[in-house]
T-cell receptor, first 115, second 115 residues
Framework: KAGVTQTPRYLIKTRGQQVTLSCSPI?????VSWYQQTPGQGLQFLFEYFSETQRNKGNFPGRFSGRQFSNSRSEMNVSTLELGDSALYLC??????????????FGPGTRLLVL | AQKITQTQPGMFVQEKEAVTLDCTYD???????LFWYKQPSSGEMIFLIYQGSYDQQNATEGRYSLNFQQARKSANLVISASQLGDSAMYFC????????????FGKGTRLHILP
């Protein structure tokens, strides 16, 4: 079974631009979560989607948004990029069975550099 | 208050020795799950082991075992017979019961295996 895939793997943008990252979960997983990882702040939760609905959200500004499609693939968007948005963005998917969430499995991440 | 504490920023261990990575957690929820992830330099988060708060026995997965001491709120990872490929960043994480699917991560421990 294929793992979580993320595209693109690397991205360079300039301040003020916007970016869209994509995540395809493991087949059958309907929950997709996004995390930001930086050397200073570590791993921080961005948001979680389940069945096309945002179910949970971390403490990030409104410039960070996401969505999930009917096939469970998810995208996150960051508008008006700032230098501090440079980070590794990790996507994770999990199986939810009868309301019980299983382990989150992570993708390889997208490294975003904002110049 | 920090919910996941990893007190060892870095560790150096001789190959083939066993190593224990410390993790303490804080929660008032009786239902929670504890995870360990490995992150090599490539960036991907690799799931290693899971322990549920109601699990009677300590979790084991191959060379990985989790020393779960609920009264002390500790969930140390033990790697037996360490290998050079074990060199990586290791994160302890917790998911509390309830609707939230976000996982809270510790700051991590960088493990170096010496030949």
């Amino acid at each position: 079974k294929a793992g979580v895939t993320q595209t693109p793997r690397y991205l360079i943008k300039t301040r003020g631009q916007q970016v869209t990252l994509s995540c395809s979960p493991i087949s059958g997983h309907r929950s997709v979560s996004w995390y930001q990882q930086t050397p200073g702040q570590g791993l921080q939760f961005l948001f979680e989607y389940f069945s096309e609905t945002q179910r949970n959200k971390g403490n990030f500004p409104g410039r960070f948004s996401g969505r999930q499609f009917s096939n469970s693939r998810s995208e996150m968007n960051v508008s008006t990029l700032e230098l501090g948005d440079s980070a590794l963005y990790l996507c994770a998917s999990s199986l939810e069975f009868q309301g019980v969430r299983e382990t989150q499995y992570f993708g390889p991440g997208t490294r975003l550099l904002v110049l | 208050a920090q919910k996941i504490t990893q007190t060892q920023p870095g560790m150096f261990v001789q190959e083939k020795e066993a190593v224990t990575l410390d993790c303490t957690y804080d929660t008032s929820d009786p239902s929670y799950g504890l995870f360990w992830y490995k992150q090599p330099s490539s960036g991907e988060m690799i799931f290693l082991i899971y322990q549920g708060s109601y699990d009677q026995q300590n979790a084991t997965e191959g060379r990985y075992s989790l020393n779960f001491q609920q009264a002390r709120k500790s969930a140390n990872l033990v790697i037996s017979a360490s290998q050079l490929g074990d060199s990586a960043m290791y994160f302890c994480a917790m998911r509390e019961g309830g609707r939230d699917d976000k996982i809270i991560f510790g700051k991590g421990t960088r493990l170096h295996i010496l030949p």
